[in-house]
């Protein structure tokens, strides 16, 4: 790497007569940098040309944060801190694999260069990402995600709400898609959405689903008094007004069932 030099103070220099010579001593200094401060350039590992925008960050060893800047149009970076003495270097981009280096003593990086090269990365699909809530604004977990190709019935990919009631599918393809949200607790919800060539990460609105209004069982057993099951039995079911609301027959072994009962109290009757 070259010497650094700072610029010069400006010199005013006067010709005031045709064919007049003057020489112009101009001196140079080397700007002394002290020992925490890194300098290097970042380049595209494929082509060799210079990355400019790239976030370089110094960390300690444990990769506590120190300080960072980015590249210029030349791919050149300097970053100034506090430097401990053993720091980690990371570089990343847009559109970049992220690179960390090994343990560097930071004792002496003033007088060298650091070249750093991203490999760019391969062309992806893209990310939804989402969140669901119920109609209170609290967040669903477990709720279960499916993105179908809009004109398929199998899967595309599958996945869960976490505890914050967020989502992510990755490395989607350009297309048409719906997605499916489904949960014993809440209504089934579809949404569709479609992925252009441009889209990188795609935000979804948030999804409230609404709790499913549940309905109850009841069942059980018919037997005469010696404890011997009765099948063909008439049961019924009345509710706290001693209405009828349900009959059904028992089984060959005795069993009866009512079904898509509302919450309340209820009597059972058989004959």
Not at 163 to 171: K, T
Not at 209 to 227: C, P, S
Request: some cysteine.
């Amino acid at each position: 790497m070259s010497k650094t030099v700072v610029p010069t103070p400006p010199q005013n220099i006067i010709i005031a007569e045709e064919n007049q010579e003057v020489l112009a001593r101009i001196v140079l200094s080397e700007m002394v940098w002290n020992e925490n401060t890194l300098m290097g350039n970042v380049s595209d590992k494929l082509t060799g040309k210079p990355i400019e925008g790239v976030c370089v960050k110094v960390c300690d060893n444990e990769y506590n944060p120190i300080a960072y800047n980015y590249s210029d149009i030349d791919g050149n970076f300097t970053i100034e801190g506090n430097f401990s003495p053993s720091i980690r270097v990371l570089a990343g981009k847009k559109g970049y694999g992220t690179i960390s280096s090994e343990a560097l003593p930071a004792s002496g990086l003033d007088r060298k260069a650091l070249n750093l090269e991203l490999f760019p990365l391969p062309k992806l699909g893209a990310t939804i990402f989402g969140n669901v809530r119920d109609a209170q604004q609290k967040p669903l977990s477990g709720i279960r995600i499916t993105i179908y190709r809009s004109n398929s019935l199998n899967p595309y990919d599958v996945t869960f709400t976490n505890q914050e009631g967020l989502f992510v599918f990755d490395n989607i393809e350009e297309g048409d898609y719906r997605i499916s949200f489904q949960s014993l607790s809440y209504n089934d919800r579809v949404v569709n959405i479609e992925i252009l060539r441009e889209h990188n990460i795609v935000t979804l609105e948030t999804v409230f689903l609404k709790k499913k209004i549940l309905k109850g069982t009841i069942h059980g057993i018919v037997t005469d008094k010696n404890n011997v099951p009765v099948s063909n039995a008439l049961v019924m079911l009345c509710n706290s007004n001693n209405i009828p609301v349900q009959i059904t027959y028992t089984n060959e072994d005795g069993a009866y069932l009512f079904y898509r009962l509302d919450m309340g109290t209820y009597t059972v009757i058989a004959k």
